[in-house]
């Protein structure tokens, strides 16, 4: 007995031990596997190379969501494929000083597009390069309308023979719910100011008042005014000369015999048509060739531009700094990831620009189409408290900067915008939905008793009464007034003069400057450098206010997301119903509004004005 009671125990130690070695091998390959990860080496750059610039998706300022969870949406093929403009400029800039890199290719087939301000800032950084003296070359199967206005500022652009260049203007079609509401039996109470706020429309018609049809034509105009200059400038063209393309390429395709390649050749929209292996012949002569791949020396922006980051933060060393606070997305309550605004995470990054020594001055770079009042109003008193402070406020413009995105504008020391940058829409409204003649139509009625006459009122299930429709709709006066004051203070105008050019009206950037709800027009960088004149600094930085990240946050970023995918990449019918959901997304995101716009006694100021 006591024989098999020592094998036993001899068995028991010998599980126990490689148990422990087991358990330790674990946790060195964990630990091995956080620590490259965190290491993050940086690439190799080849002595000389083209930089390629191949942007996936949306260009955006700022990536939405949480960093794990983008990481882990985008390798199942679940979330919103985007690129960041600031990683593509910086690169951009970067290679221009590099000698190692001798040329710029863009690489188009993933891109879906972005607002016409996002495409300057852009096409900007490319003529940096461009003046720097090196070559850029764009290749594509074929070119949108977005795609084109980026290729249009390449020294060469070639086109498949099999290609096309698509432009078709710009639109502004919506969804309108009125009459599907209406057979669902829920009454929308709507409460609003403002002649031309259109926000909630959309709920109450079933097709565009001819206030918003005239407001919207004028900056939809204005903005192709402004994309046809810039493509006439940077492929020095006659003035309509894309007006005269697009007019005649249904019928100059056909007497093409369906050769739209041939059609864009002719229209002097590309330099040359040629196939994909004959584009890197071209660039193999710039940069030379790449003995393992057969093709031409590159390195990727996304690679690159942690080289420019790293060389950058080398050199940081208690040199003042302009600090950069980007407002990006609908304006909400509370915490909120990146890619929307929260009042109190942008308000928390604002006071962390504010209280840095070294920070001397802020850019708020305002890419927002508005949301919620109070929201708005904090972010708004956050910046008052920066300005009393003594540090100058610079507001830059993207895409879009209206309604809540204009009121948090309002306090800055100068606004400076793109041509096309859709703001203004100051005005205000609410929207409180009734069910009860749904219920009606089911068989059931609601019926009691209360302690005062407000009691109940705001019961989704009953009518509103009188009493709650003067409350709110006195509200909404209060908070139109209230917005007045704000630009009117901002503005140095008289209450008068904001409410003129207010009442929910969109300006496009060229009428906004005009109005003088704007100061000055120009890029992004032309902001940073007004704000330097302002804090009197030649030698300065600038960087990037963003929330401080979590480890677990901070390891998701270094994670190579090709390793998520392995782990999460769902099989092709998964995949397939994925692409079908992001089909369907301008739906979801109309009935996602509507849940956010129907807090009782909540006031939003938000601009339906996005023109893709």
Known sequence: MSALRSILQGLWRGLDGLRKFLHLVFLLAIFGFVLGALRGTLPVIPEQAALVIAPEGEIVEQLSGDPIQRAIDQASGRGRTETLLWDLVDAIRGAAEDRRIKALVL?????????????????????????????????????????????????????????????????????????????????????RVGEFKSAVEIYTRNDMSPEE???????????????????????????????????????????????????????????????RIEVEQRLIELVGEDPKTGSYNAVRHADYVRVVRAERRLRRDGTPRIGVVVASGEILDGEQPPGTVGGDSLARLIRKARVDENVKAVVLRIDSPGGSVLASEQIYRELLALKQDGKPLIVSMGDVAASGGYYIAAPADEIWASPATITGSIGIFAVVPTVNRTLEKLGVNVDGVGTTPLSGQLRIDRPLGAEVRTLLQSTIERGYEEFLARVAQGRNKSRDQVDAIAQGRVWAGTEAQRIGLVDHLGTFDAAVKAAARRAELTDYEVEFIEPDLSWAQALALQVKVRLVRALLAGDERSRALASMARTLDPLQREIERLRRFTTPNRLYAYCFCSPR
């Open 107 to 191: 690489d188009l087939q993933y891109f879906s597009g972005a607002g016409q301000p996002t495409l300057e800032e852009l096409a900007a950084a490319i003529g940096e390069f461009r003046a720097a003296g090196k070559k850029v070359i764009a290749y594509g199967t074929d070119f949108l309308q977005d795609q084109y206005y980026i290729a249009a500022h390449a020294d060469e652009i070639y086109l498949d023979p099999y290609g096309f260049v698509l432009i078709d203007g710009y639109e502004r079609y919506r969804m309108f719910f009125k009459e599907a509401l209406d057979k669902l039996g829920v009454e929308m109470n709507v409460f």
């Open 213 to 275: 049809r005239q407001a919207s034509l004028a900056y939809l105009n204005s903005l192709w005014s402004s994309y046809q200059n810039a493509l006439a400038e940077a492929r020095k063209l006659e003035p309509d000369a894309i007006a005269s393309y697009v007019a005649a390429l249904p019928q100059a395709t056909a007497q093409a015999r369906g050769d739209t390649a041939r059609v864009a050749l002719e229209a002097g929209l590309v330099t040359g048509i040629k196939s």
